[in-house]
């Protein structure tokens, strides 16, 4: 008899799905489809154990529609352009090309170990430069429709990797990566006007309600933070060698316009600048370089004491007439709203914590019902009566705003208005393995894309080690000769632009790239866009929950704007796979707490590992590796398998009757197992599979025996579930059942629904002859269930008292008659 060996099944099955070519679609319309994806993974040395987790959840998603009969799409690439193989190869002199495509090939390969259902063929990179010429003709498509342009900004600058930095990459005011103080610098840098999409990228949330995971749609939605409110124009005095001038502030509260007691402006604005009277101007440039080293989010902080500098100018209060001072400070943020505010200190916390430091007044004009602020140091935000406030007074909080909106505009002195949070996007990187922005800059013509016969713009491939190591400018620079070409325009003398692109470009749209991956004509086939997208099911970790999934949806409006697709949203639904863990905790190097991917696939087998994966809790929540159990996760597969070796390989003895009870079993575990999966709950399709590798055994053994067509159902059912999570253990058990094609090809199991319909009985329970209980049970309960339902019934156990129970008569499923 042979015996369960994982390693060997991992040898043949994995050959044979390579050259059956299993998991590729036929992608010729002929079957509904479905397109699964996995966030594509960075190379970053081997596959770890996150990857083993995320790609095991998408995995049963897209071997679950492939056995229901769709056409399948389940592709797989690699975000392969980035900041750490260009460090390798600062640290190694070499290309970064070598450590990515090296680390590329060592994913794959374990990937495939891995035995994930992915078509291998329509495999991409984004560093090729058949897909980066792609991602250059889109930037060029953005370009042209005026969603891609340069500005002069203050940017995240990290002096040590002499780069700029996104303010996500910014944490408590240093650099993500390295440590380093992050302080701000002016460069003329590349950004995709994101913000002309804010209202659709709020709006289009609604598609994916209750599809999309709902903190994913609150950050998001957060993160485009959109406020409704008023634009209000103060005037100036003339004063302080400056002339009379205008200020305008965004306020989301019009209502409280007569608690203004004064203005603040960003510090580090050009406005501060423009404002200042001369007296007060060494002040402010002392104050303006205490504030660099802050982030915006330090800055915005609640519990950081609020500093600040006068002015020395007065503005007035368009509807009061009161003449206010202007302060600047650094908790008024220079690229939000107008980098202005009116401060109303008794119903803002920031405002009042500052007018408290500077002695500045507070005036209430809600009455909340609550204390003073100006005693109790706590703003009043909520909704009450306008006070103090003129023509407002006695009105609610909203019946004021519409009012206060009204009068300014009648007066010319402000409008309603809209504004987000979401800034436009910062693409442009001074780095080297990105894609080169396809632009040539022309001292007769300006700005000239480069036309698009000539793309792709190819990184040079003889840069390496130290000419790629950060010093200000883009390594790029440095490489003169690619540097330097004839305009396309006047063919006078002019340069490439030297920056490349953030890579969040390459992962915007490599989802369209996967329906016509090879394709040299274009970006995406519009036929194929149309059969494919968008993504049914998209699976990733959490950490992409802003940046990736927003720059993606923004793509593909954009595109659709083009003319290239006919839908809105990319990802039709979201799905966060948890982390995995390590006693409790995130496993790290400073920790000691990493588990080895590879070490765990040879010790248990891939199918025990993705088992484990997958049964340990609901793919949302996190697992922790100290907890579970793959060698247990082992010997229930052996135990399915098993199955394979008992019953008789003739496929042909499979027919419709046999032991009921059996086939009741595996029935309803079918039908659980399908809305298990559609609810995400995939670790219960483990369980249930569980239970019937239990039941099927139980009848081979003490039941109808092997030959019985319920236990060669049950037994193909079995291998059926498994291969939606243990791929090698269901393709071996399925050829040991006497197949000799794909399991994957088996198809998902009919349920007859006859089947799940409980049959129940009124089973009587009599003690000393007399019927003290009625127990609903099933037909097919055996005599042990029966037994202890009937000793387990409240009924009977008061009736029986302390008396000693002398013997127990169980005639399932109808009768029990204890004797006392
Ligand atoms: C007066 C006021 C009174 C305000 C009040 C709030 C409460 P959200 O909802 O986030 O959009 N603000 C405006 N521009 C700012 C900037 N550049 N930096 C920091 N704060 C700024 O917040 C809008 C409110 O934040 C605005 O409404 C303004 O303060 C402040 F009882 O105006 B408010
Ligand atoms: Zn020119």
Redesign the pocket.
Known sequence: EKSYDFASMEATWADYWERENVFAPLDDGSKERRYVLDMFPYPSGDLHMGHAEAFAMGDVVSRFWMQKGYDVLHPIGWDSFGLPAENAAIKNNTHPAEWTYKNIETQAASFKRYGIAVDWSRRLHTSDPEYYRWTQWLFQQFYSKGLAYRKDSPVNWCPKDQTVLANEQVVNGACERCGTQVTKKSLNQWYFRITEYADQLLDDMEQLEGHWPDRVLAMQRNWI?R?E?AQVRFTINAGGGKPADELS?????PD?LY??TFFVV?ADSELALDLVAEEQAEALDAYREEVKAFSDIER?SSDRPKTGVFLGRTAVNPLTGEELPIWAAD??????????????P???Q??LDFARAFDLPVRVVVDTGEGDPADTGE?T?GAGTLVNSGPLNGLGKEEAISRAIALLEEKGHGEGQT?F?LRDWLLSRQRFWGAPIPIIHCAQCGEVPVPEDQLPVRLPSDLKGEDLAPKGQSPLAAAKDWVNVECPNCSGPAQRDTDTMDTFVDSSWYFLRFVSPDLETGAFDPDALRRWEPVDQYVGGVEHAILHLLYSRFFVKVIRDLGYLDYDEPFRALLNQGQVLNQGKAMSKSLGNGVDLGQQLNEYGVDAVRTTMVFASPPEDDVDWADVSPGGAGKFLARAWRLGQDVSSDPDTAADGGDEALRRVTHKTIHEAEQAVDAHKFNVVVAKTMELVNATRKAIDSGPGTSDPAVREASEAVAVLLSLYAPYTAEDLWHELGHDTPVLTAGWPTVDPMLLVEDTVTAVVQIKGKVRARLEVSKNIDAEELERLALEDDAVRKHIGEAPIRKVIVREPKLVNIVV
């Open positions: 933070g406020s409110g502030v965004f306020t989301t509260r409280t608690g203004n960003a915005q908790y008024v943020l220079a690229d939000y709203g107008t980098g202005a505010i009116m401060a109303v008794a119903h803002d920031r405002d703003a935000i504004i949070r």
